[in-house]
């Protein structure tokens, strides 16, 4: 007798989306944006069928590095698969990252915008990777007028112009601390060349980069610009010395590279590289929360489609109140994390449009490496139950399950990991003076005792921790930090802080057990115990 199980189908994931719908009808309602709805409805068919498709073909043709032709000649050519390639295509017609750029719904458009990179990136094969950087890159260039012509290629919806931008911030030194970079930029007569090693440069195709190198004499750090290649094609002094082994993002080509005097032009003042390139990543770490939203909400569209099809005991999955209960459970984790990452989305609309409060400024600094930082996570916990929501296939490679959990993990290491995100948190905490700002856009939403006596708590272990502290309690301020305003979000979108969602998610916990707790010089001989 065969044995067969009934597959989970996916529908139009923009109609059949409810909680998608509630959250437009109040923030990009279908009666004012009518054609951006029209379109997005067409976007959610195609992730389920075309681009689903041509994900799968990029996802099962990884890149491959050809560093010698026939004769010998060195040449480090990246073959990629032809679904890869049709990915810049449609990227450039969707206007992915041009919506952003174009702003003709005022400070409405990165709403739009990310809304299609939502429905698009778990059908992409991360193809937003390089739309990420192409977009960060758009905004630092925006602000430089020598480099009108390469931002028009980095906006433009016409696929024969559009470019795709690299971010170079790894050497062998570290990823975390960029400041080791040993990459030297010398002086030419006109510009500068650039020599190092690059350890992770994600997709190595892209036709320029936004690199860092110390200018020879100099201590700072600098912002470059590359094109990658000639007129004839060939790279530019750039030598591939190996593309990637890695867990996931099978289909996007991360190589290692030696610049070897490689042209490139400076971006903004000397030594303030940085600080120039933290314009691009705060835009790269606003799309690995949308990523990481996205691939929750594929996930879940999955298991709970899965759940109506598959009988265990008798009944179908969704009709054991406990494998709907623990459903119930990752929708409101999820809502959460859309409402914070679309917060995040909104108020870089209103900064980008000028229509930004203070309040809303400060906010969104403090949110940015928060949002990050909480939505990798908890895309990564969310993966892993969405594949054990599926039993044995969730195991199973050819279900395409597996590469959900694959491509989450790296979430949260990209872009800055969570540790070094809640340091990022803490400098524009007492640097940048953003808790104020943004306690007060939490206390606007909530009116929840239970929010807003977490509120209290954390100001009151803050005030009384000294930096020490403050550095060993980073990762869990954090969470408290996001949690108190996803709880506020999910009550201003439910309108009542008793409807299930805002209710469960106070319910799940806003503090951490041992919030700030913990002897402070317990853990070090400890773990070295331990260990040794
Ligand atoms: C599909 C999803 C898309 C994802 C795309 C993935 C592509 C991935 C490819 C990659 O490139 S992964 C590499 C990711 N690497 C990182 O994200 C770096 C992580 N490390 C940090 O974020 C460190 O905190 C940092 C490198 C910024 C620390 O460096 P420094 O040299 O110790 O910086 P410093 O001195 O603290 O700050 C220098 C200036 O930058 C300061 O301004 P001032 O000069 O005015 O004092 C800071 O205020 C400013 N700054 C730093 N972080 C900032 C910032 N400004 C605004 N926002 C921030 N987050």
């Not at 190198?213 to 750090?221: P, S, T």
């Not at 929501?389 to 395409?400: H, K, M, Q, R, S």
Request: glycine share 6%.
């Amino acid at each position: 007798m065969n044995f067969y199980q009934t597959p989970p189908v996916l529908k139009n994931q923009f109609k059949h989306d409810s909680f998608l719908q509630a959250y437009l009808q109040r923030k990009f309602p279908q009666s004012q944006f009518p054609e951006a709805h029209a379109d997005l409805d067409r976007l959610g068919q195609s992730v389920v069928s075309e681009y689903l498709e041509l994900s799968r073909k990029a996802e099962s043709q990884p890149p491959i590095h050809v560093p010698y032709d026939a004769w010998g000649n060195r040449i480090d050519e990246i073959t990629v698969s032809e679904a890869w390639k049709a990915f810049e295509a449609i990227s450039a017609k969707e206007g992915l990252v041009a919506i952003g750029y174009a702003r003709e719904l005022q400070e409405h458009s990165r709403v739009y915008q990310f809304l299609k990179l939502f429905l698009f990136h778990p059908s992409s094969a991360m193809y937003t990777c390089p739309l990420a950087m192409t977009d960060g890159a758009a905004r630092v260039l925006e602000e430089q007028p020598d480099f009108k012509a390469s931002f028009d290629h980095l906006t433009s919806r016409d696929p024969s112009s559009f470019w795709t931008s690299g971010q170079w911030m790894t050497e062998r030194s570290g990823g975390s601390d960029v400041s080791g970079t040993e990459t030297v930029a010398t002086r030419t007569q006109t510009s500068f060349t650039l020599s190092g090693v690059k350890w992770f440069t994600s997709a190595t195709t892209s036709q320029m980069a936004m690199t860092l190198a110390k200018i020879e004499g100099q201590d700072k750090l600098s912002l470059f610009y590359v094109e990658l290649r000639d007129h004839s094609g060939r790279l530019r002094n750039i030598q591939v010395n190996r593309l990637k082994q890695k867990l996931g993002t099978h289909a996007l080509p991360t190589a290692e590279l030696t610049l070897l005097g490689t042209p490139a032009k400076l971006v903004g003042e000397e030594g303030k590289g940085v600080k120039t390139i933290a314009t691009l990543f705060n835009i790269t770490r606003i799309y690995n929360a949308c990523s990481a939203i996205a691939l929750m909400r594929r996930g879940m569209a999955l298991a709970f489609e899965y759940s109506k099809v598959r009988m265990a005991f008798g009944k179908k999955l969704i009709d054991h109140p406990l494998h709907s209960k623990t459903l119930a459970d990752l929708q409101v984790r999820y809502e959460a994390c859309f409402l914070l990452t679309f917060y995040a989305v909104e108020l870089l609309g209103k900064s980008e449009c000028k229509k930004i409060s203070p309040q809303e400024l400060a906010t969104l600094r403090l949110l940015i490496p928060l949002v990050k930082l909480y939505t990798a996570k908890e895309g990564v916990a969310i993966a892993s139950e969405v594949i054990e929501a599926f039993g044995g296939a969730g195991y199973i490679e050819d279900t395409g399950l597996p590469q959900i959990l694959r491509d989450a993990q790296v979430l949260a290491i990209w872009e800055g990991t969570t540790n070094v995100l809640s340091l990022d948190a803490q400098r524009a905490i007492f640097k940048e003076k953003s808790l104020g700002g943004f306690l007060a856009s939490v206390k606007d939403k909530t009116k929840n005792p239970q929010v807003l006596a977490s509120i209290d708590t954390i100001v009151a272990k803050m005030t009384a921790a000294d930096e020490t502290q403050l550095n060993l309690h980073a990762r869990e301020l954090s969470f408290a930090l996001i949690r108190v305003l996803g709880a506020a979000l999910l009550e201003e979108h439910y309108s009542s802080q008793s409807s299930y969602a805002p209710h469960r998610f106070v319910e799940l916990g806003l503090l951490s057990p041992a919030f700030f707790e913990h002897d402070p010089n317990g853990f070090q001989d400890y773990i070295n115990g331990a260990l040794t």
